[in-house]
């Protein structure tokens, strides 16, 4: 049967293809239908329902989709042009390898949206809201962001003739320094040729009065004012003492920096001791009774980011439970490990901190650096979780003269071991997972906690990027 083009057309859960030109769909239904290499022209989409909707390899000109109710769509290399998108919501939808030319969105509202590998021409709102939305590899050209275009998070994208309200710095991610010099700037609606860094620091000045410490956050976050693990840690810090002063924070706010926390952790920027200190900081925050009015409102989303904390920690425990074999072994070990920098300390005086531990320093090296610990091989585990919370791996190598010594331990050893994206707690379910090696992890978060490990701009030269390998030599 031939389908009907006309107004109030049921279209659910069906397959359209082929043309369709100068034609009025406005109020027709669109719910679950699949739009494949279908050529839209001059058609009048207005207040239609797109509900679930796939859109694919299609191309949808001079055409009116105002007023519509777009949400959960998915669209896939897909050319929109000269089309108007005034008063349209569109939201939880998601856009990939698609074109935006010359389209009208003023006064749309755009809410948790993706737009991947895209590119966008003119995402001006004319005073529509743009919130929760994230842009991955997309290109963005000739749009004016000013008003409500908050809690975006941008990743590899690029900006062509853009212009930003300075306002809004604090309020979305993911800027880059190149995407600082491509931007032009409005600083409380008026152009500005000042450059970025002295309008953030007028941005930060004005927050302060304001008292939006949250925003302050995230501008240290992009603009890499201090370590990535260190800013987070603040936003969080900055978002409980707002609800301790109860000031209603945005749910919206929130669920925006549980993303750009899951982004850093996806992107291996945070350390695992930094998921344990947003653990440790939401905890005890949740488990006491509050009677004011933010902290009620906004518990459920800090409940969300508290447990994601917690189950990394149980990934964590799950993943190295095995190294605590090595406790109580007394095979002599030799610890091997190359610095592109001289760090701030020896790692042989930290491992010393450990109880009963027996580490003594063999060589350092000038040159990068080259330091060599000579011990016994229950130090592992303490060696293992002080440089994991860190986010640097070790490497255990067995000799092969003593391979069929060694045989049954080196075959549950994993040879490189990956920290980067983990994380661990130091509370009593450690202790209970863990059994005797929980004093293990405990005294390694000490360790790092006392000598101010973690508060140093480069956690004292125990990062990833200078510690260039730890190899462990069992003999």
Request: proline fraction near 2%; include cysteine; glycine fraction near 4%.
């Amino acid at each position: 049967m031939d389908m009907k083009f006309e107004k109030h057309t049921n279209f659910s859960y069906k397959t359209i293809t082929g043309p369709i030109h100068n034609v009025d769909l406005s109020r027709s239904l669109f719910k679950g239908a699949l739009l494949s290499e279908v050529e839209i022209v001059a058609t009048n989409c207005s207040d239609a329902d797109f509900d679930g909707t796939q859109i694919a390899n299609s191309k949808i000109k001079d055409t009116m989709i105002s007023s519509a109710d777009i949400r959960t769509i998915y669209c896939v290399d897909t050319l929109f042009e000269n089309v108007d998108f005034r008063y349209a919501t569109i939201s939880n939808s998601s856009f990939v390898n698609c074109t935006f030319r010359n389209c009208n969105f003023g006064k749309s509202t755009l809410t948790d949206n993706v737009f991947e590998s895209c590119e966008i021409d003119s995402l001006s709102l004319d005073n529509g809201v743009a919130i929760l939305n994230t842009f991955s590899a997309t290109t963005i050209s000739n749009t004016l962001f000013e008003k409500v275009f908050y809690f975006s998070l941008f990743s590899n994208c690029s900006f062509v003739k853009c212009t930003m309200e300075c306002y809004l710095l604090g309020y979305n991610y993911g800027f880059t320094s190149k995407n600082y010099d491509e931007l032009s700037y409005l600083f409380m609606e008026r152009p500005t040729d000042e450059p970025i860094d002295l309008l953030i620091e007028e941005m930060i000045r004005l927050y302060k009065e304001r008292n939006m410490l949250i925003n302050i956050g995230i501008i240290n976050l992009t603009r890499g004012m201090k370590l990535y693990d260190q800013a987070m840690l603040l936003c969080f810090s900055y978002l409980l003492k707002c609800l301790e002063e109860n000031t209603i924070v945005q749910t919206e706010q929130i669920d925006f920096l549980y993303r750009v926390f899951e982004s850093l952790e996806e992107e291996s920027k945070l350390v695992p001791f930094t998921t344990l200190q947003v653990y440790q900081l939401l905890a005890p925050a949740l488990e006491k009774k509050h009677c004011n009015t933010a902290y009620l409102k906004a518990s459920s989303s800090l409940q969300v980011i508290r447990n994601d904390a917690f189950f990394k920690h149980e990934s964590f425990l799950d993943k190295n439970i095995g190294s605590l074999k090595w406790l109580g072994r007394s095979d002599e070990i030799e610890i091997e490990v190359d610095y592109r920098n001289k760090p701030s300390g020896l790692l042989v005086d930290f491992l010393g901190q450990f109880p009963n531990a027996n580490a003594s320093l063999v060589s350092t090296r000038e040159g990068s650096f080259h330091e060599l610990i000579r011990s016994t091989a229950d130090l592992i585990p303490s060696l293992q979780f002080f440089l994991g919370l860190l986010g640097v791996g070790i490497q255990i190598a067995v000799f092969r003269n003593q391979a069929k010594v060694n045989e049954k331990a080196n075959a549950e050893i994993t040879s490189i071991q990956d920290f980067s994206q983990t994380a661990i707690s130091h509370t009593a379910s450690t202790k209970i997972a863990l059994a005797d090696g929980g004093d293990v992890v405990d005294s390694a978060v000490t360790i790092i906690t006392v000598n101010n490990i973690y508060q140093s701009s480069d956690f004292l030269g125990f990062n990833p990027e200078n510690v260039e390998k730890v190899v462990v030599h069992l003999k």
